[in-house]
């Protein structure tokens, strides 16, 4: 497999966060300038720049339009698994986890990762890409953004080297109390597939995580693609008595499980992990 040329992946994700920015700021239905001119606007070149852009039509966040160019997509349903207020069991995922470093830079927040992160778009970051390996086969390609000013001097070593939550807490006194994510579908892209060994446009899931400390301030914002192939997320529920007997209750509509088939109120408590399915 061709490794990616030093800075190209940090090349993509720049240009991602930066059509990011121009969906976000606009509505469903509205166009978004062409390629060549969001190629000319960021100073990038039309391969980096499609890549970003495909990742996004993939994501179901832009639709390309035959003729007439680009356009922000219908907003998404988001439907929460537990409610803010229950608990969420997430143990381990399966196999054995190591690392390999695909970049590691100090650079400036920018717009998007900035608003996220709530500090200003010139202030620094950490930004870190690395494939995620299980039993030494690919499993999901991740994207790390930490505010700078909280983890001075941290070398790729010493990430490789423990937990981050670990080394936040014991060398600088930064300790997590809350993480918020997202999971959808969606597919990979040519870079993204060759990094993974997988097909163009086979499955993935994508992960985003915005991660806070005791204060309340965000102190990480994660993306993460995950092979659909082996990874998937399992879900344990707890139905009725036993729920309430667990002391987590949640009415309403739970994700699967089609609205009215616990029309009384009925409780029900979950519980997620990661599961690695064996490889072929």
């Known amino acids: 497999m061709k490794a990616d040329v030093p800075g190209t992946v940090l090349k993509r994700e720049r240009a991602r966060d930066a059509v990011l920015e121009l969906i976000e700021s606009r509505s469903p239905g509205d166009a978004i300038p062409s390629e060549r001119a969001l190629c000319t606007l960021l100073g990038v070149s039309r391969p980096t720049l499609r890549a970003a852009v495909d990742e996004l039509v993939a994501a179901g966040l832009l639709v390309r339009e035959h003729g007439r160019g680009m356009f922000v997509a219908p907003a998404k349903i988001t439907q929460e698994l537990v409610s803010a207020d229950l608990a969420l069991s ?38 870190v890409a690395r494939l995620r390996l299980v039993d030494g086969a690919p499993m999901a390609i991740e994207h790390l953004h930490i505010r700078a000013a909280l983890v001075p001097g941290l070398s790729a070593q010493e990430l490789e080297d423990g937990d981050l939550y670990e080394h936040l807490r014991h060398t600088h006194g930064v300790h997590v109390r809350e993480a918020v994510q997202a999971i959808e579908p969606t597919v990979v892209t040519r870079a993204e597939a060759q990094l993974l060994e997988v097909p163009e446009l086979s499955p993935a899931l994508l992960f985003e995580r915005l991660t806070s400390d005791t204060a309340g301030l965000p102190v990480e914002y994660v993306h993460s693609l995950y092979r659909g192939d082996r990874y998937r997320i399992v879900s344990r529920l707890a139905l009725g008595p036993a729920a309430a007997t667990a002391g987590l209750v949640r009415d309403g509509h739970h994700p699967g499980i089609p609205p009215g088939d616990f029309a009384h109120g009925d409780p029900i408590a979950s519980s997620t992990r990661g599961d690695i399915q064996a490889g072929t």
Do not use: C
């Open 90 to 127: 997430v143990p381990q995922a399966a196999g054995a986890w190591s690392s390999r470093l695909l970049e590691f830079t100090t650079l400036q927040a920018g717009a998007r990762v900035g608003r996220k992160l709530r500090m200003s778009p010139a202030d620094e970051i950490v930004y």
